[in-house]
């Protein structure tokens, strides 16, 4: 039984040191057609996409290691008390005495490589119209230009751009040059997408054409720390006395530089300075896929639906356990982040994203999350924020919400109207005739008036005609075939309207 017993051990050596030259061999023959794909580019783009494929060669070595779920459900723990702060605990320390020096401390960084494909437009998220024409880059720079001029300040705007979006946000760049704003860009890193069977790149050669146009993809957000160091930008702010950045999504119109939490960071002795804040909310219904922090070997730690085991996913989604989620605002210490990237310190969970292109191939893109570098920083900590911080506008029935009178506009930011009775949006949800922009405008003659709604379903061929108004739980259902025009100055309250109904002009 000896024998029997050692030749299971020599098996599973064996078997391991198989996987490990399995390992090995995708590696070289990932690094060799790397090399052939720079060899296709001119010295200037080979050099960009050189440092690129240095982070991704690291990527790719680290998901060829993975085994399994980055977490042990059993390890995970509530965070401590003190390290999620609520927000009047923040605010109740005031603001600065000198605004206008611990503002020129910072740097506004916005994520701005998304595209606007999921509301049917063309080129960059950034440039549609939210509000009075005003499009999210509009609005982000009014509401920095405001803080500039208003404290005396210097605050730079930083556009992360992806190879998706930066030549369309250069070029509306040029009507901001009167604007008191500063404004940088860097582009995100260039990724080669791999086949899912094969683990080797799609991409014939280094261009962005014909069939290479889906060959590459910008790796995620978490590739703000490496992209922002080699762009040589980190260095320059270090150098203009700039100490944190603010960092969050375009779409967010509820991330506004907050000078409170920027007073919470600049008020700290220089040995307990906080390196990271993640700004995180209450949880509603809504945001149960949202990624939250936890406790994990004496860490705090983002923990993303990605990396739930399966058997934990509806425990993860559980409002009563896990309470908040992580609204990716994020203030970072720049000279935090430079030591990290130096020491090559920034170990951040791969999110493996499976996607089928047009043709059907199988393709699997690694990609990583700016939140989850909280566990690399010094005396990171969370801080719960209101609600009206996290003003996401992923779809339509968000862009109605915006739209509306519920928020009025005073300086690039977006507040609830004082005329609204409680704090709560409502819930909107729009069918597939809304989903496009485009199609979405030609539905509303007006957008309606909304102070006083609960809730509002609409589906099916549904147009409204001007100062509409909406109360309490509103719920319109045209079926197929059918069409729903609600009049001109009709008022909806606690209504369920279906069936057909023409408005005719005589």
């Not at 605004?99 to 999921?118: E, M, Q, Y």
């Not at 390196?275 to 809504?286: C, G, L, P, Q, Y």
């Not at 100055?489 to 209504?495: D, H, I, R, T, Y």
Request: hydrophobic share 40%.
């Amino acid at each position: 039984s000896n024998d029997s017993g050692c030749s299971v051990s020599t098996r599973i050596l064996s078997d391991s040191a198989f996987q490990e030259k399995l390992r090995q061999q995708h590696e070289e023959s990932m690094h060799r057609e790397l090399e052939a794909l720079l060899n296709t580019a001119n010295k200037t783009e080979a050099e960009i996409s050189r440092k690129d494929f240095d982070g991704f060669k690291k990527l790719f070595h680290r998901f060829l290691q993975v085994k399994g779920p980055s977490v042990e459900w059993p390890k995970i723990n509530r965070p401590p008390e003190d390290s999620i702060q609520p927000y009047d605990k923040i605010r109740a320390k005031g603001l600065p005495d000198n605004i206008a020096a611990s503002l020129n401390k910072l740097a506004v960084v916005k994520l701005n490589g998304g595209l606007g494909t999921s509301m049917g437009c063309k080129g960059p998220k950034s440039l549609i119209s939210v509000r009075n024409e005003n499009t999210f880059l509009d609005l982000t720079v009014q509401q920095i230009e405001h803080l500039n001029k208003a404290f005396h300040a210097d605050v730079p705007l930083v556009l992360m751009n992806s190879f998706n979006t930066d030549e369309d946000t250069k070029k509306i760049l040029q009507k901001y040059k009167h604007h008191q704003v500063n404004i940088h860009t860097f582009n995100q890193s260039r990724y080669p997408r791999i086949n899912k069977e094969s683990l080797l790149p799609i991409a014939k050669n280094m261009g962005m054409s014909g069939e290479n146009a889906d060959a590459w993809y910008p790796p995620g957000h978490g590739d703000v720390y490496a992209s922002f160091s080699n762009s040589g930008l980190l260095d320059k702010l270090i150098a203009e006395g700039k100490e944190y950045i603010f960092v969050s999504n375009i779409d967010n119109l509820g991330a506004t530089v907050d000078l409170f939490i920027l007073h919470h960071l600049m008020s700290q002795p220089a040995d307990r300075r906080c390196e990271f804040i993640m700004e995180v909310t209450d949880k509603t219904r809504a945001d149960v896929k949202g990624g939250t922090l936890i406790q994990y070997e004496d860490h705090l730690r983002l923990l993303e639906i990605a990396q739930v085991p399966k058997a934990h996913v509806d425990e993860f989604k559980s409002v009563t356990k896990f309470k908040i989620f992580n609204t990716n605002n994020l203030w970072i210490s720049l000279p935090a982040m430079k030591r990290l990237q130096e020491k090559n310190a920034m170990d951040l969970e791969i999110i493996v994203n499976p996607k089928t292109l047009d043709g059907g191939l199988n393709v699997i893109q690694l990609e990583t999350a700016v939140g989850a570098a909280i566990k690399s920083f010094n005396n990171a900590m969370g801080v719960n924020v209101p609600r009206s911080r996290f003003l996401p506008v992923k779809t339509s029935s968000d862009l109605l919400l915006v739209m509306s009178n519920l928020y009025s506009l005073d300086a690039g930011s977006l507040t609830m109207s004082k005329k609204r009775e409680f704090p709560t949006t409502p819930h909107v949800k729009l069918g597939s005739s809304f989903t496009k922009v485009q199609e979405f405008l030609a539905r509303f003659e007006s957008i309606p008036d909304m102070l006083e709604l609960d809730h509002l379903t609409v589906s099916g061929d549904v147009t409204f005609g001007k100062n509409v108004s909406l109360k309490g739980t509103v719920i319109i259902i045209a079926n197929h075939g059918d069409r729903i025009d609600i009049p001109a100055g009709a008022m909806l309250e606690n209504k369920i309207v279906s069936g057909n109904l023409r408005i005719l002009d005589h």
